[in-house]
């Protein structure tokens, strides 16, 4: 099947700094969505992005799907930007395939 | 738009014991997903209905589990003979049309087998 890497695995920041997390996808997508996952294991949607460039608020996401990576940028950051990022990818079948996510903490 | 729900929210069983658990789509979504998550790992697939048609399932998907959405709206997951190994928070997603459109979870079923 796909695979999908994220990089990197942990980082710590310091609230208001910035910050680029990267996905890495094997095969050619479908559908790639971006997910924060909160400390209540909460999945919430940030990002419908199979490619292009899309931004909400202090949050922006870029799929470049020809070079098979997407990156998310989080500016000014705050502690509630903590949590775990996933990325997710449809590749052929109908499910999504996640990667092993980015666990961000924002300290005060 | 209330989003997906699911019940319960907490699970705790004793090995052995069959556990059942429900998801409620997003009301006009025909498409219904349910992943499982691991500690310290992202989701994983499990199971997709169409309406009220299994579709897919994952190897994961023993035959201790099974999933049923009789009428294309609500959906249940049901273990069976639970195992340690089954700890796990259970995910269902849903989403929108004939092609894979974005998926929207719920906050999730966590099982704990003792």
């Known amino acids: 099947g796909i695979q999908v890497e994220q990089s990197p695995p942990d980082l710590i920041l310091q609230e208001g700094a910035n910050s680029t997390l990267r996905c890495n996808f094997s095969d050619s997508v479908n559908n790639l969505q971006w997910f924060h996952q909160n400390p209540w294991g909460q999945l919430i949607n940030l990002f419908y992005i199979p490619s292009g460039t899309k931004q909400n608020g202090r949050l922006s996401a870029t799929t470049v799907a020809t070079e098979r990576y997407s990156l998310l940028y989080i500016s000014s950051s705050q502690t509630t930007d903590s949590g775990v990022y996933f990325c997710?990818?449809?590749?052929?079948?109908?499910?999504?395939?996640f990667g092993t996510g980015t666990r961000l903490t924002v300290i005060p | 738009d209330t989003g997906v729900s699911q019940d319960p929210r907490h699970k705790i069983t004793k090995r052995g014991q069959n556990v059942t658990f429900r998801c409620d789509p997003i009301s006009e979504h025909n498409r219904l997903y349910w992943y499982r998550q691991t500690l310290g790992q992202g989701p994983e697939f499990l199971t997709y209905f169409q309406n009220e048609a299994q579709l897919e399932k994952s190897r994961l998907l023993s035959d201790r589990f099974s999933a049923e959405r009789p009428k294309g709206s609500f959906s249940t997951l049901e273990i069976q003979r639970t195992e340690q190994g089954d700890s796990a928070m259970y995910l269902c997603?849903?989403?929108?049309?004939?092609?894979?459109?974005?998926?929207?979870f719920g906050p999730g079923t966590r099982l704990t087998v003792t």
């Open positions: 997603a849903s989403s929108f049309g004939d092609t894979t459109g974005e998926q929207y």
């Open positions: 997710a990818v449809v590749s052929g079948a109908n499910n999504l395939f």
